[in-house]
Each structure stands twice: as C-alpha cells, then as structure tokens.
C-alpha cells in the first residue's frame, strides 16, 4: 500500500512539473499598442498601471520618476537584473519587457514598463502565465521597484 501512495506522490509531483512547463510559455500580447498595454485577464494575478482606477484587484499606479528617460529605464534594467531571477526580453528606448521567474516552481511572470517620451512616468504591467492568484506577488514586485526609484 505505501509504494503505491509513494508512487502516486511521484506520478502528481512530476504532472505538476509538466503542466507547469507546458502552460509557461510567453505570451503572444505582450507590447505597447497606441500607448497601451493588453488589459489584465479577470484572475486576480495582474496589475497594470493602465487598469481602470476602480478596479483596485488589479490598478496599481504608474511610476514617476524624476531624471532622464533613458537612465530612468537603465535603472530599472539593473534592478532587475541584480535579482539574479530576471531576464531582459524586449529593450528599446521607452519599452522593456522582462521575465522573472519564481524560485521554487520556476513559475514565469512578464513584467513590461512603457516609458511615454512625453512624461516623467513609468507605466508598469506585471503578469503571472500560470495559475489563479498570485498570493500579490506582482504588486509587491511592483511596489518594491517604487521604493528603489524613489533612493
């Protein structure tokens, strides 16, 4: 009876692994279109900037910065880089697009900052590919980088 439990562990452990692995592939609507980004999906794992203020599940407010466009971008390229769990995907002036993955599972968000060449804001959308919730993961992501901008 126990090698059959312990086999059914393995067997659910290893599904898990595939299906992780099948669903982490990126997405086909990522990118800046007119000034926008794609809008969240319904499940509580996004936050954008571009959000409507009254859905409070998903908006989180734009970053400002205070400098230069181009250094503003930098820094945010660095910051992420320095994670050790990020990878740069998409790097124009005014656009990047970045993968970071989570430490256990290997889950992968999509983090995408649009930088209009117009204002001193940043606005932000950050993504996870697989699952329901993200336990706000993204936010925080999101809230940790204002903090850093703001040093």
């Known amino acids: 009876m126990v090698r059959w439990i312990s086999l059914f562990v393995v067997v659910l452990v290893i599904g ?27 499940t509580p ?24 466009r ?4 930098l820094d945010i390229e660095s910051y992420f880089l320095d ?10 002036l005014g656009y990047v697009h970045i993968e970071v993955a989570s430490a256990w599972f290997g889950y992968i968000d999509d983090v995408e900052f649009y930088l209009p060449e117009a204002d001193s804001v940043v606005h932000v959308r950050s993504a996870s ?14 809230e940790k980088l204002k903090d850093h901008l703001k040093d």
């Open 16 to 42: 898990f692994f595939v299906y992780i692995k099948i669903n982490n592939r990126p997405p086909e609507d990522l990118g800046v279109t007119a000034g926008v980004f794609n809008p969240c999906p319904t």
């Open 45 to 68: 794992n996004c936050v954008s900037s571009q959000a409507d203020k009254a859905d409070a599940e998903h908006y989180i407010a734009p970053l400002i910065y205070r400098g230069s």
């Open 70 to 73: 181009k250094d503003t971008q």
């Open 83 to 92: 994670q050790g769990n990020a990878k740069i995907v998409n790097s124009q």
């Open 129 to 142: 590919r697989v699952g329901y919730s993200d336990l706000d993961v993204n936010r925080q992501r999101i």
